[in-house]
């Protein structure tokens, strides 16, 4: 069969990776899914792009302007770019494209970011036939104007759902590859776009193998049937200590959270001072050094190290928190005895909670460990596994009184990871999975969101983000840092810390 994955079958100028799951779509207005995202990266384009410093530079805009106010966006489109179709794009393609994404019928579960356009909401309520934000200069200049504010708007553009598409055929993008195949729960097939103007592909092509299970995924790399894998944990430390393939090993610092959420809406942790007692339980660093081998770096906080651009304070000043004055310690760490003491305090030794988590093994085995040390601070843990849907399911109906689940930056601010997960208007899958509501927060989130310039805006997250870590809807464990392991004919492989960044245009080959 042509597309075998055995070495002799293989598609000659292909590299070969793999996917631990079908992609739900590739539809840029309806992926929510990393392996969506991905893939559509390098099919699809936008105006704007991030670069290796996650810096915002022009793709098919060619330069842009922000007004004094921060309300417009004027965007100078690239003469000659085209579709697959062959069909220059023009400025009314990107009406179209950011349109179709706020209009009911498309069901698009990304309207969030375009919700902040003058007119999006009388759009999608049908008052309008147009959004009245979107607007058509001329053929190659499109300005977005805003309802207010908002800082992150730029870097949101970046995303899949700011893709341009034709109206006439909206699975044919402008990317360095284009789709050839795609046998749903086996493999898709890119090869790659002779016509693109971004740049020189160095692939004839990339062919995606759906291989759910870690281990059948390392038997394929390990047999030359995988170019790139990532490493599961289970793989981590036997490749680590191979001569031959330890060399071969990459890295890259991920722009994530992995945490413990406590449900904060009802008992037992509605109560503040038990949720910090759970963090001040838990030996976060001796996992992250022996359980998870130090393969990320320990959270202060639910900001990525790489996105906060302020110290968090060792010691509050002048703000109160249930109680506590200015020498408590923002940044909690393990104090087993200061648990039991609060438990104590609170009358709560011997309560009993719900952790849900996935049946993944690797969820399961670190459960346990946390299980075991609330335990000793007097906490009754018990653990129940759910296969990945019915498991979302749940928190996002706030069945869980505690979950374990961690937090990818879709584009790189810190107000994607304060505004979705701690904004009392997020409960449930929007992200707030926590419950988690506080009027104060609420309002520094959003005056964060809303300031013209970087120095406001740091300010305002970061007192944001020191109210959150007093009142501990989180215990934040680590930021997990990236390992993949390439095959020795594979050059120029990079990774990437947002998804959409890797167009995969570096990769080459050479036997």
């Given at each position: 069969m042509l597309f075998s994955c055995s070495p002799s079958n293989r598609l000659d100028g292909y590299v070969y990776y793999r996917l631990n799951a079908n992609p739900t779509t590739l539809d840029p207005a309806l992926i929510t899914d990393v392996s969506g995202a991905s893939i559509a990266a390098k099919l699809f384009n936008g105006l704007v792009k991030l670069n290796d410093d996650l810096e915002i530079v022009p793709d098919i805009a060619e330069k842009w302007e922000v007004s004094k106010d921060?309300?417009?966006?004027?965007?100078?489109?690239?003469?000659?770019?085209?579709?697959?179709?062959?069909?220059?794009?023009?400025?009314?393609?990107?009406?179209?494209?950011?349109?179709?994404?706020?209009?009911?019928?498309?069901?698009?579960?990304?309207?969030?970011?375009?919700?902040?356009?003058?007119g999006a909401k009388e759009f999608q309520k049908r008052i309008t036939r147009e959004v009245k934000g979107f607007k058509v200069i001329d053929g190659y200049t499109f300005e977005i104007k805003l309802k207010r504010p908002f800082s992150p708007f730029l870097s949101m553009l970046t995303m899949t759902p700011?893709?341009?598409?034709?109206?006439?055929?909206?699975?044919?993008?402008?990317?360095?590859?284009?789709?050839?195949?795609?046998?749903?729960?086996?493999?898709?097939?890119?090869?790659?776009?002779?016509?693109?103007?971004?740049?020189?592909?160095?692939?004839?092509?990339?062919?995606y193998k759906i291989i759910p299970e870690d281990l059948t995924a390392v038997t394929e790399f390990e047999l030359g049937n995988l170019d790139v894998i990532s490493l599961p944990a289970s793989a981590y430390s036997k490749f680590k200590k191979d001569k031959h393939w330890s060399s071969r090993i990459i890295s890259m610092k991920g722009l994530n959270t992995y945490y413990l959420g406590m449900n904060s809406s009802r008992p037992p942790f509605d109560n503040a001072n038990l949720r910090k007692a759970v963090s001040y339980a838990i030996d976060r660093k001796k996992i992250l050094e022996t359980f998870y081998e130090n393969r990320g770096r320990p959270a202060q906080g639910p900001v990525p190290d790489l996105l906060r651009k302020w110290k968090i304070r060792e010691r509050g000043q002048g703000s109160r928190v249930n109680g506590q004055g200015e020498n408590e310690n923002?940044?909690?760490?393990?104090?087993?005895?200061?648990?039991?003491?609060?438990?104590?305090?609170?009358?709560?030794?011997?309560?009993?909670?719900?952790?849900?988590?996935?049946?993944?093994?690797?969820?399961?085995?670190l459960a346990e460990i946390i299980q075991s040390y609330l335990l000793s601070a007097g906490i009754a843990v018990d653990i129940k596994q759910l296969e990945w849907s019915a498991y979302k399911d749940a928190i996002n109906k706030g069945e869980?009184?505690?979950?374990?689940?961690?937090?990818?930056?879709?584009?790189?601010?810190?107000?994607?990871?304060?505004?979705?997960?701690?904004?009392?208007?997020?409960?449930?899958?929007?992200?707030?999975r926590t419950r988690y509501a506080n009027k104060e927060a609420d309002f520094l989130i959003e005056q964060g969101q809303n300031a013209l310039n970087e120095?406001?805006?740091n300010r305002f997250y970061r007192k944001a983000e020191e109210i959150i870590i007093k009142e501990s809807p989180w215990v934040s464990f680590w930021h997990r840092t990236d390992f993949l392991v390439t095959q020795p004919w594979i050059r120029g492989y990079k990774v990437y810390p947002i998804y959409t960044m890797d167009k995969g245009m570096d990769v080459r080959i050479e036997r």
């Open positions: 921060g309300l417009r966006y004027r965007f100078y489109i690239k003469k000659g770019v085209s579709f697959i179709n062959g069909r220059e794009v023009k400025a009314q393609d990107f009406k179209y494209a950011f349109e179709r994404v706020l209009n009911p019928k498309t069901k698009s579960p990304n309207t969030w970011v375009f919700d902040k356009v003058e700011a893709y341009v598409i034709p109206k006439e055929d909206i699975d044919k993008g402008t990317g360095p590859f284009i789709l050839k195949k795609w046998l749903h729960n086996r493999e898709l097939i890119l090869e790659r776009n002779e016509k693109y103007l971004g740049g020189n592909v160095k692939v004839k092509g990339i062919v923002l940044v909690i760490n393990y104090d087993s005895l200061k648990a039991k003491e609060i438990i104590k305090r609170e009358g709560m030794s011997g309560i009993k909670a719900k952790m849900y988590v996935t049946a993944d093994q690797d969820v399961v085995d869980a009184d505690m979950f374990w689940l961690s937090w990818w930056a879709d584009y790189p601010d810190a107000e994607n990871f304060l505004f979705p997960l701690f904004h009392s208007s997020n409960f449930g899958s929007a992200g707030n120095k406001d805006r």
